[in-house]
């Protein structure tokens, strides 16, 4: 089983930072791609940001310029690094990653973390 173990949530004044970060464990070799979901109340869960295995990233529109996704294979761990952030980003993110199998993909996520955006 895939373990994503997520930490760096809070509350933030807007315009503030922070930095989520995401460590994976379990059985980690199919994984081909990792990810931040967000999912504000009254909102579907919607797509942050992902990174695959060859490094590629893909952000939402509503995020580009102000959110960046990185990682560190060595601990298998991704981050997200949220700036200039707006009170529309507060939302329970998600750490996701996706496991390629002859079977087709799995998706695993998170517990999730709160993110507030509030004066």
């Known amino acids: 089983q895939v373990q994503l173990v997520e930490s760096g949530g809070g509350l933030v004044q807007p315009g503030g930072s922070l930095r989520l970060s995401c460590a994976a464990s379990g059985r980690l070799f199919t994984i081909n791609a990792r990810g931040w979901y967000r999912q504000a109340p009254g909102k579907e869960r919607e797509l942050v940001a992902t990174?695959?295995?060859?490094?590629?990233?893909n952000y939402a529109d509503s995020v580009k310029g102000r959110f960046t996704i990185s990682r560190d294979s060595a601990k298998n761990t991704v981050y997200l690094q949220l700036n200039s952030l707006k009170p529309e980003d507060t939302a329970v993110y998600y750490c996701?990653?996706?496991?390629?199998?002859?079977?087709?993909?799995?998706?695993?996520w998170g517990q999730g973390t709160q993110v507030t955006v509030s004066s």
């Open positions: 996701n990653a996706v496991e390629s199998s002859p079977y087709g993909d799995n998706n695993y």
């Open positions: 990174i695959t295995r060859s490094g590629t990233t």
